[in-house]
């Protein structure tokens, strides 16, 4: 049974959106030629511990940090609040859940100003800020265009073994849900969750964790993330193309997920839909709707469901990682025991494997 | 050993391109809802017993015809010629080699006047025409122009046991092959193969044959492919979507294969190159290059290597399905003595499942 | 002299964003002919009346009402706010204000609950509702889908004589600026304005005034509105492509400006950027950049600065038009006393028709 | 009265393509700015006089010579022949014709074999060569893939004061028509001719000639040429785009228009239609229809009438420019006693200045 997460009498801090992810990579230099030459991030500021790196339509200092260390891990899952108070407001929450707290005033990485890092109850590294340098927004400057252009932050995606139970403490912190998925028996495999108005600025995904699932940047096109995959194919990289691209179910967005050369993943997203009403609709899907991951009906690859990143905690050493003990999405979708369907049958059932693309699964 | 299609005396005919296909489906309302509905190829005409179809902006009266038949099967690959004494050549050319052909100056199908079909040496129905009907041309109609529009027919694609024996026979029809896949032993594994100035007007790809592995129409951007998979995930037969979309390493189109209600494929594929100079390079695939078929590395569908629909003879009874000897594309690829590479050992070798995607073999 | 709008002490209402537009319309079927043949919108509910048209991913009742009348005209601007109470806090700023309102427990057009609507102090006829029937969400409808599918309500678009007036009294309201458009002697000829996290929810454009400028809906990409140009064309109706395509200076969008059968104005829209951190730059662009409208310097047509459609005060007759008596933007910058420039000169300056495209302007 | 060109007594050579264009430009240093950072053309080979020049999917040595001199022309435009014979052929038919030529065993320029120059019967300085050296084809090379990439030439397009008589010429050299602009007392506006299968491989501009009107790369999606508007803007050299983008009428290709440092036009095209068949229908236009050079009915700027670039004989020297008697489309369609039409009247006349654009025009 779930134990959730309690809700602090103090309020939560108001999120504006995800802002940063901090990386740590064994191989600066490898990391580079991934995140730079490869998807065309554009350096902020660089040295030999640390590259700091932007999206094409950003303003602050930056999106991501790549700093290099001994294990392969996501240091910080960063957001920014509404104003400096609310780094504040955010300690204090963070002191009543019982967390392990830790404020800079001159933050934890360059360009940032005064911030917090938690370990969060589900035991991911969670900052929040406000202050942090302005840089040039390229957003005009098609000069330095690629074919693939990353334009934006989009969102996280962590592993964590109960999602109801991260949902009830993302929920308190004032995310909203825009999707998620589940079965019939009550079972969440998954859920979206956002601040800014588009599908998610972080998603829960059920599995063994704490771990970082992916992080995503977005592109203004489809053809965008199509050149990506020609360019990985150029390179003779094809192999870490993991899965994609495709269309999903949940969000709509048209997707691609690749791996760095740690094993990091990356999803390379566009054209979600807005979310900004305060009753906008929210969208569950059947476990067993062969369409929910994949518009198409293509399989998700085992890995994508099994292999993450390790977190760490606010000494840099990686948090252990606890098993789900909820059903499986992959076991009950993949498996021998489990089926799926692309559509209901005409009673309105879910038959079993209608419409299942056997082909695809061998 | 190959036993070698003789070559004739007489000039083979001058073929401008495959111009159309005759298929015989066993559902024509399903079929309709399936070319037109969902694809919205435009009716040239229609009956009860029939359907014309032509792509975008097309000219001639038709590049496809669904006929009621009770066998699902290909009744026709028909290829245009230069001129209508180019059809005389053809039926001397087959007659000299010795084949079934049969005339009639009316046309086989409605729309087309004088032609000449033939079972030629690997057992496929050949018509070749010049006499058409020409029809409205849409190309600039807007008003009628879909999401995932079709824009021209591109090519056949043919199954046949003995790769190398029908390329010689169509070379000497004065087709050019644009690219192959082979592997070190000599083995020809499928080849490609044109007279309009793309990749291809057909190909042959080895398994047992003879039969029809996919017809292919084009689009004019990627979008619109994209937009064809989310159409058929709307209407809930997206386990009809096959195999991709990708993009190919052979002719590096963007390419997508669906299945007809009758099993038959159509690809839909978008960007291949020039290939009208005389000297054109040939590209010469391993057939151990993971990204040959996919540049992303997809890993090929077993169905799509196994699966192709019957041909018939010229009295509409289904041709005898001879089995390949040679080594099979998927046996090797995919078996468990096959090996692939995603790109070369630094020694020059390709290395045993140097950077194969294993992960979406499973 | 501006002589601004008092600020009220009552808090302004939470406005969520633009969220329909009433116009009226001479020829309903004419008008039908042009926002659902030509631009797809779908059709919500439709009586010999009125049409409630709504856009791809909107999941309320409209986005737009096309009602019958004797004079072309727009008859409101909706904007949804936060919550029910949010009505009662819109109703109470007005009435401070000093403006005519009006509320109605059951709404002013279909599908629309309680909602107050006000005379502004800038002439136009502003509604605030949050009560909204929820309709089908057609996001996955892609068998639905068009070539030039419009998917969002991005904004509305206002003319006023005094800008700075306005702009104060929208900043009351709650509006940001994302950009404007100034000259070195302080005039303002044009201001952007946003509650969601877009450039803009409506937009100020220096004029005579009080008229609607146009209604804008977005579509996912580019090639999108390129196809309804095309469909202009292929219906014979390419005079009503008013101007662009086009890649606006300001909020760097791809645009069309596109006119409906009683001339009011509509654009199309796809791409800008992201605007809710709380200290999202504004943009500041100068009157006499000869890229501020469109970032590729092609030449505004007189048209698009003098048209625009009359507004109706809640009794249902048009509002007076007073005139701009500060600068106009065509004035300065097409006319014989204006300069503009493409690139500033090396000194900084903006040299006296540096780069300016004359050939365009003739 | 039109003074025909003769037709040859031997035949005609057996063109291939358009190939290479030789440009003399006069700041080598500014073109290779152009050409190569702003276009992204790939450098085969360049030294302190010349630059060698091709697309994305070109595998000849070179589609474009930028060649240093005092005066900014056209030195040379360069078809490919089927075979080394055919330069055989070229010499005999011009030496028949009474042509100036000059044959080169080892070309004109680097790259290059045998060839023949000669001075055209419209003055224009044409080569033929089949001998090339091949380069790496860069197809699937998409790490070196730009957003704006031009992967093919596509065609050139030539001034010439009597069309009539320079398409009679270039029919008996074996072109075909594809479409014209013709008015209803018989003159001949423009002309399209084609060797390869697309629209054309050159055209012929009624004007003051000879000159060259452009030379046209193609892209392979519409978002490419959008791409190079931008990055004009983002470098501040809008000035430098003289008209589009838009879609032609004529040809139904997405085209925009350049200028380079010295004037030369360049455009950029994509996406017309398969032109190979015997009897591909020609498509007329009338020169008072509106959309015929722009589909949405935007004004074409009057310098795109008037400018255009020298060509040179084989000494080197410009040719001098003769002046076109018959009317101009510019005087006919934008001046003050010319009418346009968008659409029929329904009596089927074409009303003057029926749904014209005239706000554009101003």
Known sequence: MTNF?????????????????????TDLAKSRAFYVDLLGLHVTEEDENAIYLRSFEEFIHHNLVLRKGPVAA?????????????????????????????????????????????????????????????????????????????????HFNQVTPDVPRGRKYLED??????????????????????????????????GNGPRLHHIAFSTH?????????????????SDRIERGPGRHGVSNAFY??????DGHRVEIYTQDYYTGDPDNPTVTWDVHDNQRRD???????????TEASLVLD?????????????????AVTVGADGFSYTRKEEDGSAGEKTGFKLGAQV
């Not at 997460?5 to 990579?25: F, G």
């Not at 691609?256 to 050369?261: A, Q, S």
Request: net charge negative; aromatic share 12%.
């Open 221 to 237: 096109e489809k053809h965008n993330i199509i050149q990506i995959c020609d360019k990985m194919g150029a390179l003779r990289i």
């Open 295 to 305: 518009w198409w009906g293509n399989p998700v690859v085992p890995s994508w469901y």
């Open 74 to 154: 996501a240091a910080a899952f960063a957001y920014r609040v509404k104003s400096p108070a609310e780094v504040d407001a955010a300690e204090a929450y963070y002191k009543e859940l019982g967390c392990r707290t830790e404020r800079r005033k001159d933050g934890f990485t360059k360009g940032v100003g005064d911030s917090v890092r938690v370990e969060d109850p589900l035991g991911f590294p969670y900052e929040f800020f406000y202050d942090v340098e302005h840089v040039e927004r390229l957003t005009q400057r098609y000069d330095l265009y690629s074919a693939g252009e990353l334009v934006r932050l989009d």
């Open 314 to 330: 606010l000494d840099g050493n990686p948090q252990p990682v606890i098993e789900r003990t909820d059903a499986s999405e992959m």
């Open 256 to 261: 691609l997920y690749i791996l760095d050369p």
């Open 173 to 206: 912190l004032g995310f909203r849900v825009s999707e998620d998925i589940k079965d019939s028996a009550g079972v969440t495999y998954a859920a979206w969750m956002h601040r800014k108005q588009t599908v998610h600025d972080t998603a829960l995904t059920g």
């Open 5 to 25: 997460v309690s809700t602090p009498s103090v309020p939560a801090p108001d999120i504006v959106r995800c802002a940063y992810l901090e990386l740590v990579v």
